[in-house]
């Protein structure tokens, strides 16, 4: 079946410093979509990415979605404590005989900045 | 607009012992997951619905849990019998076509 993976699985930072999380895929996606999680909250969607190559930023964030669609990354600059919590990435790839999308999320990433 | 409504938000039991949770979607959103999520880790599908047929259920426990989706708007998943490993928050989403899924708060299982 599908995976999606990501590392690293935590990532202790100093406020300032840069953060960045990757994901891969092991079936190729029809979009990939990223989420925080804040502790003890819910998923929060950031952000999608559909096509091939497609970069997309949001003030500090830089979401970039691969060439052959199987892997992505997100990338923050210059990290606030405003910025702890999990981020995860989720691949939308066609469930097996139907023509709908299964949304599989990878294992995350812990972000933790130091002040 | 309203979000996903999820009951309840906590629940302990004891092994062995059934236990259900209700998931109300935003409107009009004709897919909705139900997804395990165990401390430390990513949210796992359980099941995935298009209005009320089931997508993909290729991770469910079968032998202990169920799910329905009620003319294709709430759903109910079921855990019978539990058992200690059961225990974790589950989430239930909900989303247009292939967009955005929007969580509800999920409902934090404790067997005891």
């Known amino acids: 079946g599908q995976q999606v993976m990501q590392i690293p699985q935590y990532q202790h930072v100093q406020e300032g410093e840069d953060f960045t999380t990757y994901c891969n895929s092991s079936?190729?996606?029809?979009?990939i979509q990223w989420y925080k999680q804040r502790p003890g909250g819910h998923p929060v969607f950031l952000i999608q990415?559909?096509?091939?190559?497609e970069v997309k930023k949001q003030k500090r964030l830089t979401f970039q979605f691969g060439e052959a669609k199987k892997n992505s990354s997100l990338h923050i600059t210059a990290t606030q404590t405003t910025d702890v919590g999990t981020y995860f990435c989720?691949?939308?790839?066609?469930?097996?005989?139907?023509?709908?999308?299964?949304?599989?999320f990878g294992q995350g990433t812990i972000l933790t900045v130091h002040p | 607009e309203a979000g996903v409504a999820q009951s309840p938000r906590y629940k302990i039991i004891e092994k062995r012992q059934s236990v259900a949770f209700w998931c109300n979607p935003i409107?009009?959103?004709?897919?909705l997951y139900w997804y395990q999520q165990i401390l430390g880790q990513g949210p796992k599908l359980l099941i995935q619905?298009?209005?009320?047929?089931?997508?993909?259920d290729s991770q469910l426990p079968k032998d202990r849990f169920s799910a329905e989706r009620l003319k294709g708007v709430d759903s109910t998943l079921k855990i019978q019998p539990a058992k200690l490993e059961d225990s974790a928050v589950y989430l239930c989403?909900?989303?247009?076509?292939?967009?955005?899924?929007?969580f509800g708060q999920g409902t934090r299982l404790t067997v005891v």
């Open positions: 989720a691949g939308l790839a066609n469930a097996g005989g139907t023509s709908y999308g299964k949304l599989t």
């Open positions: 990415l559909v096509k091939s190559g």
């Open positions: 989403a909900s989303s247009l076509w292939t967009g955005e899924a929007f």
């Open positions: 409107s009009g959103h004709a897919t």
């Open positions: 619905f298009q209005n009320n047929g089931v997508v993909d």
């Open positions: 079936t190729t996606l029809s979009n």
